[in-house]
């Protein structure tokens, strides 16, 4: 399995500024993904970070609102940008294991409230 | 578009007891089926992983089984504890490996 950590662990911010959430992998993989969970919901998933290339997003989500970095295989970074209220989610990054059964690993979350 | 139900949403049950949790999926194209497990304020623990392929998966007290053609999935929890509470997810994968989660089944075993 991977071993997976993201920063920060919550956050609480104003409307209108911004918020970028990291995620580190303790081994290199291919894939990795960006998911929401809205309060009291499941989740959604956000896109797909792609390296060395722009990243693939879901429909209703676009890259002005959560632009997203991915500079190696270690790495990726979600950014929330200008927030509102609506924003409060848990934000949750995934790998996709090396194993070769395609079993993916989800990070401890970034807790985001909004004001 | 892939669409995943779970039901039931919450169930309590005393400890010891025997429980099965029912997952749906409308679009038997997956790659493989994962079923985790998320405390609260946590973020998500993978549980089992059944592969498009196979019929059924174990680990431990746990068993989850997979009919594709029907578009339903099972996990079988036995002998419940209460640090067995928490919510379980079931997840579907595309080809792209892009999970579609299902709205979870929140447990309570009680002491």
């Known amino acids: 399995s991977a071993v997976i950590s993201q920063k920060p662990s919550r956050d609480i911010c104003q409307r209108g500024t911004s918020l970028t959430i990291q995620c580190q992998v303790d081994s290199q993989v291919t894939m990795m993904f960006w998911y929401r969970q809205q309060p009291g919901q499941s989740l959604t998933l956000i896109a797909t970070a792609n390296q060395g290339s722009e990243a693939t997003y879901e429909s209703g989500f676009v890259i002005d609102k959560f632009p997203i970095s991915r500079p190696n295989l270690t790495f990726s970074t979600l950014t929330v940008s200008n927030m509102s209220p609506e924003d409060s989610s848990i934000y949750l990054c995934?790998?996709?294991?090396?194993?070769?059964?395609?079993?993916?690993?989800f990070g401890p979350g970034t807790r985001l409230t909004v004001l | 578009k892939q669409e995943v139900t779970q039901i039931p949403a919450a169930l309590s049950v005393p400890e010891g007891e025997n429980l099965v949790l029912n997952c749906s999926f409308t679009?038997?194209?997956?790659?493989?089926l994962q079923w985790f497990r998320q405390d609260p304020g946590k973020g998500l623990t993978s549980l089992l992983l059944?592969?498009?392929?196979?019929r059924e998966q174990t680990s431990g007290r746990l068993n989850a089984s997979l009919d594709k053609s029907s578009g339903r999935s099972t996990l079988y929890i036995a002998a419940s504890q209460p640090g067995d509470s928490a919510t379980y997810l079931c997840?579907?994968?595309?080809?792209?490996?892009?999970?579609?989660f299902g709205s979870g089944t929140q447990l309570t075993v009680l002491p």
């Open positions: 995934s790998v996709v294991g090396t194993s070769g059964v395609n079993e993916q690993f």
């Open positions: 997840a579907v994968s595309g080809s792209a490996r892009q999970l579609t």
């Open positions: 679009d038997s194209a997956i790659y493989n």
């Open positions: 059944i592969q498009s392929s196979q």
